[in-house]
């Protein structure tokens, strides 16, 4: 079956660096990823939607220069998390979706800020 | 904002037993899905069922769905302690991105 990838599987960064994740569809090309951050012991919440070759779109309260969002190419959207705090701290979690409509997640990445 | 609700926060059963959770959402769905979550880990899809759809089993999985309700239950028969996780619902809308639901801990004791 597809697979969407994530790398890397967890980081641990220093308040105020950048980190990039990034999103890969290993075995199909996805024009649409969500990207979702997941604090602990709660749910998923959409962050946005990263269109490839264009801008992504962003969720409500989610700081569109704070998380830079590039879907550069069919198969890789990545996920910069400028001057990092320790209150982004969290679980994030890429989806992508086929051309049969169907809906893959990657494995997560585990942020921690020092 | 989350849209859904799930209850119960929490549950915890003995193994054998069958185990029922509860989701309620708020706005229209073209569709509805589980997914399973190990402690921190990726989502695990269980199970999508459509708006036209009042039930779905698979396997010892069976996922009711009342659109007039706006809820959908998920129900996991002669649970086994690999059962232990949490279980989210999940709504989707025309533009494909998901909806999760707060989340039920499910913890099955040998």
């Known amino acids: 079956g597809a697979v969407v990838s994530q790398h890397p599987s967890w980081v641990i960064c220093k308040s105020g660096t950048s980190v990039k994740i990034e999103c890969r569809s290993l075995d199909f090309q996805a024009t649409t990823m969500f990207w979702y951050r997941q604090f602990p012991k709660q749910s998923l919440m959409l962050m946005a939607t990263?269109?490839?070759?264009?801008?992504?779109?962003?969720e409500q309260g989610v700081e569109k220069d704070k998380f830079l969002i590039n879907h550069a190419s069919l198969t890789l959207s990545t996920l910069t998390v400028t001057s990092a705090h320790p209150e982004d701290s969290s679980f994030y979690i890429c989806?992508?979706?086929?051309?049969?409509?169907?809906?893959?997640f990657g494995p997560g990445t585990r942020l921690t800020v020092t | 904002s989350q849209q859904g609700e799930e209850d119960p926060q929490a549950l915890s059963i003995q193994e054998g037993e069958n185990a029922t959770m509860n989701c309620s959402y708020k706005t229209s769905i073209n569709n509805l899905q589980w997914y399973r979550q190990n402690s921190g880990r990726g989502l695990v899809h269980l199970i999508l069922?459509?708006?036209?759809?009042r039930e779905k089993h698979s396997g010892r999985l069976r996922v009711t769905l009342d659109t007039s309700k706006k809820s959908s239950s998920l129900l996991i028969t002669a649970s086994r302690a690999a059962d232990t996780a949490s279980y989210f619902c999940a709504t989707g809308g025309s533009a494909r991105q998901l909806t999760f639901g707060s989340g039920t801990q499910l913890t099955v004791l040998p």
């Open positions: 990263s269109n490839e070759g264009s801008k992504a779109t962003y």
């Open positions: 989806s992508a979706w086929t051309e049969a409509y169907e809906q893959y």
């Open positions: 069922i459509r708006s036209n759809e």
